[in-house]
């Protein structure tokens, strides 16, 4: 969840705002960010993504480094 911003020279993926969307359209049950926060250069603030998420109706969890999720569906 690293967002493409061309000044950080990474290639990246979805930013916080395009990772929500997907799972939503897909039907997940939940969606969980990954990969804020492992990089110095990598900016990304999951903040985004729980806004994005919360807009299109998306259940979520963000977890904190080294955090396990048990799915209890």
């Not at 000044?7 to 939940?30: L, S, W």
């Not at 804020?36 to 603030?45: G, H, K, P, V």
């Not at 985004?48 to 799915?71: K, P, S």
């Amino acid at each position: 969840m690293s967002g493409r911003s061309p000044e950080r020279r990474v290639a990246g993926n979805f930013n916080g705002t395009e990772a929500a969307q997907p799972g939503k359209d897909m039907g997940a049950p939940i969606v969980i960010p990954c990969r804020y926060e492992m990089f110095l250069f990598n900016t990304a603030d999951p903040a985004d993504f729980i806004q994005a998420a919360e807009h299109v109706g998306q259940l979520y969890q963000v977890l904190r480094c080294g955090q396990r999720w048990e799915n209890k569906c």
